[in-house]
T-cell receptor, first 110, second 117 residues
């Protein structure tokens, strides 16, 4: 069964707006990672947050992790057309197997 | 430093044929993982290998699928007697040795899209 589940499934926003997506998981984790996938392409690693961290920033990305609620969020600020992609969370339960959710498809309208 | 390389990028096979997918990890990486992605779904773990060793193949179907990572050369995911249900994108990822930096991060290749006719 899937470990991570993203919400919403799809998101459409105007360029310049912020995009927020959430990820929930079921079991204890070592870390949680966010990836981006452009249509028909491979995955690009965005950010890794460890179980003892609560928030992490990378450029226009902000990730939070709440281990008590078993959830994480990814915020993309000041979105651009190039941010149009599918975003996946993946959990690492200390067993090197990443468990992916089904992803959130983000469309940024010009 | 070149990223993870996979070839071919697209592969078309007829039912009953064999499919061979290749993956060259990033330089210095000794761990290789294979994942499968069905349309509109996330990636599913298949197998984890280190040089000449299969560490975990719990996500791989018991029949027709096999993987190897020889001492020299790329990792190979082999699917024998392909069926239509094998049509998917197959991604390879690699990570550094456990004593290196960023050992938790898996770096993905561009994938091989297999179509079974």
């Amino acid at each position: 069964s899937q470990q991570g589940e993203e919400d919403p499934q799809a998101l459409s926003i105007q360029e310049g707006e912020n995009a927020t997506m959430n990820c929930s998981y079921k079991t204890s984790i070592n870390n949680l990672q966010w990836y981006r996938q452009n249509s028909g392409r491979g995955l690009v690693h965005l950010i890794l947050i460890r179980s003892n961290e609560r928030e992490k920033h990378s450029g226009r990305l902000r990730v939070t992790l709440d281990t008590s609620k078993k959830s994480s969020s990814l915020l993309i600020t000041a979105s651009r057309a190039a941010d149009t992609a599918s975003y996946f969370c993946a959990t690492d339960a200390r067993d090197y197997k990443l468990s992916f959710g089904a992803g959130t498809t983000v469309t940024v309208r010009a | 430093n070149a990223g993870v390389m996979q070839n071919p990028r697209h592969l078309v096979r007829r039912r009953g044929q064999e499919a061979r997918l290749r993956c060259s990890p990033m330089k210095g990486h000794s761990h290789v993982y294979w994942y499968r992605q069905l349309p509109e779904e996330g990636l599913k773990f298949m197998v984890y290998l280190q040089k000449e060793n299969i560490i975990d193949e719990s996500g791989m179907p018991k029949e027709r699928f096999s993987a190897e990572f020889p001492k020299e050369g790329p990792s190979i995911l082999r699917i024998q007697q392909v069926v239509r249900g094998d049509s998917a994108a197959y991604f390879c990822a690699s990570s550094p040795p456990t004593s290196g930096e960023n050992t938790d991060t898996q770096y993905f290749g561009p994938g091989t899209r297999l179509t079974v006719l």
